[in-house]
Antibody, heavy 121, light 109 residues
Framework: EVQLVQSGAEVKKPGESLKISCKGS????????IGWVRQIPGKGLELMGI????????RYSPSFQGQVTISADKSINTAYLQWNSLKASDSAMYYC??????????????WGQGTLVTVSS | QSALTQPASVSGSPGQSITISCTGT?????????VSWYQQHPGKAPKLMIY???NRPSGVSNRFSGSKSGNTASLTISGLQAEDEADYYC?????????FGGGTKLTVL
């Protein structure tokens, strides 16, 4: 069974750094893109960026370029989403998701269970 | 403001059919056939229901169908069931990214 398991909820202060993770299992990790999607409570979905763990090809959506860093460690089948200096506006649920096919990244399924990030002083 | 426009809410009675629209532009929905629909129940992760405008992933009920005309895509759910009550999001490829709609809350009366 294909699964994406994310790290647990985080509570941080503004200005702090954070790295959350997404571990893939049940498939060849290096052959599928992984995307990170933000969902502000009560709001819609936003694709932040995607990474191809096979060669670390990473693409950011324009709104998130320079705001976060996406990486992957293929030796442990894990993708990461990182902030250097959090803001209150980064408070949201963050999902990782994988395309159902290995020939693109325009659709996502399955999804991880989500990591809730709360940034508050 | 979301990149794709969806109605905030729709409703229907059990057994009825409903359609949710998703309006984009000639830079996304109008030019690519990479339109997808997701179902999200409260507190859960989204689930892919339709991809490439009309295709259903394995395991998704054939009560769900998708279509597209010009810059507008649509999701139709026939034979509404109580379990269909959820938020629905459309998405489309746009240049080097994917954009989503703001979501539609489906209420089964």
């Amino acid at each position: 069974e294909v699964q994406l398991v994310q790290s647990g909820a985080e509570v941080k202060k503004p200005g702090e750094s954070l790295k959350i993770s997404c571990k893939g299992s049940g498939y060849t990790f290096t052959k599928y893109w992984i995307g990170w999607v933000r969902q502000i409570p009560g709001k819609g979905l936003e694709l932040m960026g995607i990474i191809y763990p096979g060669d670390s090809d990473t693409r950011y959506s324009p709104s998130f370029q320079g705001q976060v860093t996406i990486s992957a460690d293929k030796s442990i089948n894990t993708a990461y989403l990182q902030w250097n200096s959090l803001k209150a506006s980064d408070s949201a649920m963050y999902y990782c998701a994988r395309p159902p096919f290995d020939n693109g990244w325009y659709w996502f399924d399955p999804w991880g269970q989500g990591t809730l990030v709360t940034v508050s002083s | 403001q979301s990149a794709l426009t969806q109605p905030a809410s729709v409703s229907g009675s059990p057994g009825q059919s409903i359609t949710i629209s998703c309006t984009g532009t000639s830079s996304d929905v109008g030019v690519y056939n990479y339109v997808s629909w997701y179902q999200q129940h409260p507190g859960k992760a989204p689930k892919l229901m339709i991809y490439d405008v009309t295709n259903r992933p394995s395991g998704v009920s054939n009560r769900f169908s998708g279509s597209k005309s010009g810059n507008t895509a649509s999701l139709t759910i026939s034979g509404l069931q109580a379990e269909d009550e959820a938020d629905y999001y459309c998405s489309s490829k746009r240049s080097s990214t994917v954009v989503f709609g703001g979501g539609t809350k489906l209420t089964v009366l």
